[in-house]
């Protein structure tokens, strides 16, 4: 399913930001665990990640904890401990992989606002909570006449409505905006 797929790409995506200088191989290897369904759950901090030999593990399963804000998983104690402990083992990448996915999989409630403005343009959410992202591109060159196209994409965890003020050229106002329901990861596709 290609929005499956989408979502994938996206977190690895993600994973690259935060691992920037880890190899191909090392993102590969932390996809194939992630993509093999190897990573459960098991507490609210605690996840267990299927071992596979073809990766190198000698164990059936990795125990991997967030503790104080940071990862750390039971290959620490084995042979080559000390090394993935100093690098970042592929079981950690691969539930790193698995929240990601699954946090960009949950609903947020959002709405988007996009305007052609000549001058200048603004928008204020006048209530508190609520997130705005803008985008903007300008539509001339024209340093006496410039025109923008603004897009504003407001992002809330819960349904609402929410006031805006705005301007665009000689045009002000005031509106409320509903959100409605998408899956969150539209949303970060937006924000690229």
């Not at 620490?76 to 691969?94: D, K, N, P, Q, S």
């Not at 928008?123 to 903007?136: F, S, Y």
């Not at 050229?169 to 949303?187: H, P, Q, W």
Request: glycine share 6%.
């Amino acid at each position: 399913m290609r929005v499956v797929r989408d979502v994938e790409e996206l977190a690895v995506e993600k994973l690259k930001e935060k691992f920037p200088g880890k190899s191909s191989s090392w993102i590969r290897r932390a996809l194939r665990r992630f993509e093999n369904g190897s990573v459960r759950q098991v507490a609210e901090n605690a996840w267990v990640v299927r071992g596979d030999p073809r990766l190198g593990d000698r164990y059936p399963n990795y125990v991997v904890r967030l503790r104080d804000g940071r990862y750390q998983c039971s290959c620490f104690e084995t042979g080559w401990g000390l090394r993935r402990r100093g690098e970042v083992c592929t079981h950690i990448a691969a539930v790193i992989l698995h929240r990601e996915y699954s946090r960009l999989m949950q609903p947020i409630y959002a709405a988007v606002i996009s305007m052609e403005c000549e001058g200048d343009y603004y928008i204020e959410v006048l209530d508190k909570g609520v997130k705005a992202i803008r985008r903007v591109r300008a539509l001339s060159s024209d340093l006496t006449k410039p025109r923008y196209r603004v897009t504003y994409v407001i992002t809330s965890n819960e349904p609402r409505t929410v006031r805006i003020r705005y301007a665009c050229g000689d045009e002000t106002g005031e509106t409320e905006v509903a959100l409605s329901k998408v899956m969150r990861f539209v949303i970060e596709l937006m924000k690229d």
